[in-house]
């Protein structure tokens, strides 16, 4: 049973994360897409930027006049940081975390009052999987082009570029590696056609259809810190495992593998992926004189079934604990009954999981409040209440779902597997300054509010992401009558404190919590920062 909890819950929270990625997915929205919209704060319904109004609101494509060409270049810095702070009493069946293995002269729990950083950024590449950037800020492109006929009230538009990335990578000896050592989510968007029409000088609406890629990885080490596996360490001690004595054979043999609350069990990796997910994006402009202006957009939603591959690879004394314990008489008549681990080195196989990329609403004003100032604010909603619960069904019976079945019949069949996620929707508010220096400089200034779409008892370290606010300055520099080029710098901090049982996903230590807990009994402080710096070049051609 200790098997079965600690895979369903890796599964599980493995796309949970960054992607939770439900937190990662809403904290990585629009944060790799256009310099301008940023430096605004994402306040730019009634003022779209470039060739990327197909993503903000594709209205303002009839802004743009004859050919143009647009290139983007947004480089991101990562540091995440995570604390374990063992509280007073921490312990697990009796067992104290913070005591001196005498058989190993450490401390029982190697992960107790560390520190877990990394500033590692990771990409998901389409057909490969995860590939771990060099250290230090990665960079994400995206490039576009219009067309507008001259005398036409319709302009054409395509683009590629990322609406939602995040990725990340720990050292194999972090703490953190257990929720995970490396993880990655991304959906590229590689065509994207689009129209804008100018009904009249007032009115402009737009549409658009979106062709993307979704992908989801992650590489994690696993361990399950609960009272099954402490139970099993004090029946290794009875038994005195360490003299290679089996008093009980051949009724029960406990000797096989040396197992506990804080040993590692093994090493998960998984890699689901949708290749083909449309949406599609309408927009609306209204200008009803020259120094007033609202916007309006929608995404839709996609239902999509992310299919790929899983591996488990578990340790020698994990199978060899299971494969002894099936071993002898007793051991054997109860796994039979109750479908315990039979002790396999490796499962693999092929998983899909269902998921809905949530739809999104945003609507704003422009307000040229003075001939050098313009104001911007913006509210936009996404639907991350979808994301309920996550389903992934297998192409063959697994035995920890065999087990599953016992501790949670509504989750689980011998091929199926359900992870109650219980996300909510947000409303998220924009502001954005824009002071006219000259006929040919703009500087900008915005923030964003950012809050977490994760409730408190579904936090985790996988997506350290709680509310948090996005701050940005920038410019826009007019090079000569056809070219324009935008810059940012791009500022974002959210900081959780999670203590101990608070939080099913991270740190729960009752028997009953069969969500992935590798941290049980902990206080978890997690901290992250992003620094975004951009450049984008529109050119008439």
């Known amino acids: 049973m200790a098997h079965f909890s600690q895979t369903k819950q890796l599964l599980g929270a493995v796309i949970a994360a960054t992607l939770s990625c439900g937190a990662q997915a809403q904290l990585a929205q629009n944060l790799t897409i256009h310099p301008k919209a940023l430096a605004l704060g994402n306040a730019v319904t009634a003022d779209p930027p470039g060739v990327m109004a197909i993503h903000y609101n594709p209205a303002g494509l009839t802004k743009l006049k004859d050919r143009q060409l647009e290139v983007n270049l947004l480089s991101v810095y990562l540091d995440i940081d995570a604390d374990f702070i063992a509280p007073d009493g921490y312990e697990i069946f009796g067992i104290d975390g913070l005591e001196i293995d005498p058989n190993t002269g450490k401390q ?13 950024v990771a990409l998901y590449v389409p057909g490969f999987g995860i590939l771990k950037a060099p250290p230090g800020p990665a960079v994400a492109p995206s490039a576009g082009i219009s067309i507008n006929p001259p005398g036409s009230k319709l302009t054409f538009a395509n683009a590629f570029y990322l609406p939602l990335a995040a990725g990340f990578y ?14 990655a989510l991304q959906r590229t968007t590689y065509l994207s056609p689009s129209v804008g029409y100018e009904i009249n000088d007032q009115w ?22 609960n009272m099954l596996l402490g139970v099993a360490e004090v029946l290794q001690d009875a038994f005195n495992c360490e003299s290679g004595d089996e008093p009980l054979q051949p009724w029960l043999a406990l000797c096989g593998g040396n197992v506990g609350p804080w040993d590692d069990i093994g090493a998960l990796s998984i890699n689901v992926q949708e290749t083909i997910s449309p949406t599609y994006t309408l927009g609306v402009l209204w200008e009803p004189n020259d120094w007033f202006r609202w916007g309006a957009s929608y995404t839709s939603e996609a239902d999509m079934n992310l299919k790929g591959t899983f591996e488990i690879q578990y340790t020698d004394d994990w199978s060899g604990f299971w494969q002894s314990v099936n071993g002898s008489v ?26 809905v990329y949530p739809q999104h609403f945003q609507t704003g004003i422009s307000v040229d409040v003075h001939p050098k100032l313009t104001l911007n604010a913006d509210v936009g909603w996404t639907d991350y209440a979808q994301w309920d619960a996550f389903v992934f069904r297998f192409d063959r019976n697994l035995e920890f779902l065999n087990a599953a079945r016992i501790l949670s019949p509504d989750n689980a069949t011998p091929n199926t597997l359900r992870l109650p996620l219980g996300f909510k929707s947000q409303w998220n508010w924009a502001f954005g300054a824009e002071f006219h220096a000259s006929s040919r400089l703009d500087l900008r200034a915005g923030v964003e509010i950012r809050d977490s779409v994760i409730p408190d008892d579904q936090r985790s370290i996988m997506a350290p992401f709680g509310g948090a606010n996005l701050y940005s300055i920038g410019m826009g520099y007019k090079w000569d009558k056809n ?15 999670i203590p101990a049982n608070t939080s099913c996903n991270v740190n729960c230590d009752n028997i009953t919590n069969i969500i992935y807990n590798p941290y049980a009994g902990l206080d978890i402080k997690t901290s992250l920062r992003v620094v975004m710096a951009g450049l984008s070049f529109r050119t008439k051609f």
């Open 108 to 120: 029982r729990d190697p992960v107790a009052n560390t520190h877990s950083h990394t500033n590692n």
């Open 483 to 497: 070219t324009e080029i935008d810059m940012n710098l791009s500022y974002l901090q959210s900081i959780e404190t």
């Open 170 to 183: 720990r050292d194999k000896d972090d703490p953190g590696r257990y929720q995970p050592q490396a993880t």
């Open 330 to 355: 007793l051991g054997a008549i109860t796994s039979a009954i109750l479908s315990l681990p039979s002790g396999a080195p490796r499962e693999a196989g092929n998983v899909s999981m269902d998921l």
């Open 204 to 225: 402009s609406v737009g549409a658009g259809i979106h062709l993307s890629h979704m992908g989801i990885a992650a590489d994690q080490y696993m361990r399950a810190p």
